[in-house]
């Protein structure tokens, strides 16, 4: 079965760095997107950061442009994110999202298709 | 402030049917991107219960129904169920935000 399991979060100082890992297996990696979605305490789910699945386009929401990086690895079967210059709002539930290849009416559509339980960053002076 | 509105509480007995809206604009929902549905309950991985606007995967009970018309998505749940109880979440694209977009999320309470 598909799992995807995410690692690294823990408590660290505005401005400090910190990767972040999610381990897949159950599926063919190199064949799907990934993302990364966010949920900051008492908040919604937020957008991360997206890649293809040959890792060749990358995409990042505006509040992390610039500071986060997405990418993968195949051979270890892992999606990262390395996050620099962290803030305090980046404190969040971090999950990796398989990105789904369905079937719809008229094609294909593309849902986060499989999540991981999440890993928990703590930005704090 | 989300990008896609949904109420943020919704509630009603066992037995009874609920609906979720989930208002977005032209350059979302509206520009013709499809409506994913996913349920979440706190601390676990959430779960994709409806894709492309009313679409369930396997295992999806079809107490769980979508649709999708214009600028506006819904989600309705029918003969509630206490387990049923948890957040539910719209997402979509945004081609003027070039990103995935989320609902606020709703809760809702099985009274």
């Known amino acids: 079965q598909v799992q995807l399991v995410e690692s690294g979060g823990g408590e660290v100082q505005p401005g400090r760095s910190l990767r972040l890992s999610c381990v897949v297996s159950g599926f063919t990696f190199s064949d799907y997107a990934m993302h990364w979605v966010r949920q900051a305490p008492g908040k919604g789910l937020e957008w991360v950061a997206f890649i293809s699945y040959d890792g060749r386009r990358t995409q990042y929401a505006d509040s992390v442009k610039g500071r986060f990086t997405i990418s993968r690895d195949t051979f270890r079967n892992t999606l990262y994110l390395q996050m620099n210059s962290l803030r305090t709002e980046d404190t969040a539930v971090y999950y990796c999202?398989?990105?789904?290849?369905?079937?719809?009416?008229?094609?294909?559509?593309?849902?986060?298709?499989?999540w991981g339980q999440g890993t928990l960053v703590t930005v704090s002076s | 402030q989300s990008v896609l509105t949904q109420p943020p509480s919704v509630s009603g007995a066992p037995g009874q049917r609920v609906i979720i809206s989930c208002t977005g604009s032209?350059?979302?929902?509206?520009?013709?991107?499809?409506v994913h549905w996913y349920q979440h309950l706190p601390g676990t991985a959430p779960k994709l219960l409806i894709y492309?606007?009313?679409n369930r995967p396997s295992g999806v009970p079809d107490r769980f129904s979508g649709s999708k018309s214009g600028t506006s998505a819904s989600l309705a749940i029918t003969g509630l169920q206490a387990e049923d109880e948890a957040d539910y979440y719209c997402q979509s694209y945004d081609s003027g935000l070039n990103g995935w977009v989320f609902g606020g999320g709703t809760k809702l309470t099985v009274l």
């Open positions: 999202a398989k990105e789904g290849a369905l079937y719809c009416s008229g094609g294909k559509c593309y849902p986060f298709e499989y």
């Open positions: 492309g606007n009313r």
């Open positions: 032209r350059s979302n929902i509206g520009a013709d991107h499809d």
